[in-house]
Each structure stands twice: as C-alpha cells, then as structure tokens.
C-alpha cells in the first residue's frame, strides 16, 4: 500500500479513464469510531450499494466495487490506519490503496478521473507543526504531521555551577549576570535547533513551549522563518512524556484549522454578500455546482437535507419535479448535500467542512467560492 504525498496526489490527478469510468473509494476504518470489524463492513456494504446503484451497470466499476468489497472482508491492519484511499479502474488495470493516519469521511465517486480532492484536503488540514520545548537547560524538538509525533532533537545545556567561585569574583564575575548570558545563549541554540529541523522536515506551523519568562526570548531568537509559522503557546512542561505533548500538538492543529476554515467562510461571506464570486445557500449552490461554476464547496459538518436527482441526465436539484437541464423526471433523494459534495468532487473542486463556523450556520450551512 502506498503512502500519502504530494507527489502521489499530482501523479493520481494526471490518471484519466480510457476503458471505463474510476472508482474512488475513501473509507473511514477508524478503530475508535468503529472497534468491531463488522461494524466497519456494514458501513462499507451500505455505501458499495449505493455506488452499485449510481454505476449504471458498468461492468468494470461493478469489479471495482467487488474488489474494495473484498479488501475489508478480508481484514485489514487497523493498528496505524484510520483511513483509506482507494482508486480502481478494472478496464485499466488501475488498483491503487492509499493507508492514511487519520479518518475521511467515506463516500464513493465514479468519475472519468480520481476525485484527489479528500486527499488534498487532509494535506491541507494537516500541515505539519513543529514545536518546540524550551527551558533554561534543555530544548526538546517535535514535528507533528498527519496523527504522528515525532522528537527530532533534544538538546541539554548545563548552566555553569562555579560561577560564584573566588577566582570569579575576583575577576569582577556577576553570578545573575552570567547565569542570564548562558541562559541567552541556550536559548539562541534552541531557536537554531528548530531551524535546523525546519530545513530538513519543512512544517506549516511552529508552536513555543517555555515558562512565561523565557518564551518571549524564544521567539526574538527564531530565524524570520519560523517567526512567521507561529501559531501559539503550549502549557506543557520539558519534562512532559510524549501522550502529553501528542495531545497538545493535537489541540493546536484544531486552533489552525480552525483559524482556516475561518478565513474561508469570510471569504464566502464578503463574495456571496457582493453578489460575485460566492453564493450561498442550498438551492444556489447547487445551481452554481450544475453549471461548473464551483470552485470551493463550502459546507458545514453534518449538515443534511434532501432534495432530488435527474434519472436521465443525473442533474442534481434542490427543487423537483421536473429536470431544468433536460426536461427530465427527477426522483427524491434522501441527502442532496452528500451528493452535491460527491459531485463537486467529480468536477476537481475543493470541498471545505467547516466546524463550528456560526457564520457559515446564517448563511444556510452550505456555499461556494465560484470560478466565475
């Protein structure tokens, strides 16, 4: 099985289907969510058929469907993986599996290319960030990227204990004094020691972890780099074991996305308040979504409504019972939203799923940033 990178993503988005439609499959095989196998293959078994229903009897989509069937039922490794990414063409010979270190939503898209854009997303929501743990003796350095913490250095410095010696002061040696220029000078060191991580593991985000007196020198000493990477502060102490320092590392990732995702639905509100560039609302960004006009799909996390599907052209619609598009007879569906997002990703748009975002909740729980 492969591993996630951008490298990866670029080479699964330049694939188009020659002989038959793609199967893109993300599952969710999360053990905390789902401890029993069982319960991850009925989760699968109610998703493959809705996908059965929507392949239009595609003789190579239906092997694609049986052989991700099969991948679950015969077990999986569920030690270190919480999701997987799978791309299928039969008629290709196309069977790719991506294990990913954190959950995805799971959904099926056929397509005549693979919808990358969940993959994209958890690179996204998921910079790696460094921090960084500091006291007057010792620097302690982490990286953390996709679920995972790593301590890439650790660094101890002694402050000098014969600095109140006769010799020193006989010299006209200052014990505070020398005692805050070794402490400066650890410091100095620590600010190096995340930028020489930085230089060989790159990461998005940079969080301090020093008592309140020592953190500001910190952060003067990093290189400008690092000094535009942070993000906040952590309450963890240098002698914290690594569950500690996981969790705090975790609580920051969620401040950033959040921040993030913030900024997206600021965007969508100033557009869609201007008329251009942005709609709101499930009827008008379905709309926008028919047209291949979406550029980002906005939506907030959990949101559901029904809504309808064109049986000749599958046109999706907010309203029924006619098609727009062809004239054709639509049929209710019990999640539009779900479709919609599937569809967007069809067509290569970023999906954003915004929690917690009260703005985006005023403006009907779902959005979309337009190309045009």
Request: net charge negative; aromatic share 4%.
């Amino acid at each position: 099985m492969a591993v996630i990178t951008e490298a990866a993503i670029r080479e699964l988005a330049s694939i188009k289907g020659h002989g038959a439609p793609i199967t893109s499959c993300y599952l969710d095989v999360d053990g905390r969510r789902l401890a029993r196998h069982q319960d991850l293959q009925h989760e699968v078994d109610v998703v493959l058929k809705g996908a059965r229903a929507r392949s239009n009897g595609d003789a190579s989509v239906q092997s694609d469907l049986e052989r991700i069937d099969r991948l679950v039922r015969d077990g999986l490794d569920r030690s270190h993986t919480r999701g997987l990414a799978i791309f299928s063409c039969t008629a290709d010979r196309l069977w790719h599996v991506i294990e990913l270190p954190v959950p995805v939503h799971t959904r099926v898209v056929i397509n005549d290319v693979p919808a990358v854009g969940p993959l994209e997303s958890v690179l996204r929501e998921h910079e790696p960030i460094g921090v960084l743990l500091a006291d007057r003796q010792r620097a302690r350095m982490f990286v953390f990227e996709l679920g995972e913490l790593v301590e890439r250095s650790e660094r101890f410095e002694a402050v000098p204990r014969d600095v109140g010696t006769r010799g020193e002061r006989d010299r006209g040696g200052d014990h505070p004094e020398i005692i805050e220029r070794h402490t400066q000078q650890h410091l100095r060191n620590a600010a190096q020691v995340a930028f020489e991580v930085w230089s060989q593991h790159p990461f998005g985000h940079l969080a301090i972890g020093a008592p309140d007196h020592l953190a500001g020198q910190v952060e003067a000493e990093l290189h400008p780099y690092l000094r535009d990477r942070l993000v906040g502060r952590l309450s963890v102490p240098m002698t914290a074991g690594h569950a500690e320092v996981l969790a705090a590392a975790q609580r920051i990732e969620s401040q950033v996305e959040r921040a993030r995702e913030a900024k997206v639905v600021a965007r969508l509100r100033e557009a869609a308040a201007a008329g251009r560039r942005g709609v709101a609302g499930l009827g008008a960004t379905v709309e926008a979504l028919t047209e291949h006009r979406v550029d980002t799909l906005v939506v907030s996390r959990g949101f559901t409504a029904p809504g309808w599907r064109c049986r000749t052209c599958d046109t999706l619609a907010a309203m029924g019972r006619r098609c727009k598009r062809c004239g054709g007879e639509m049929v209710e569906v019990e999640d539009l939203v779900e479709d919609v997002i599937e569809e967007a990703l069809a067509q290569s748009c970023q999906v954003e799923i915004c929690v917690g975002q009260a703005d985006l909740d005023v403006m009907g729980r779902i959005g979309a940033l337009l190309r045009y």
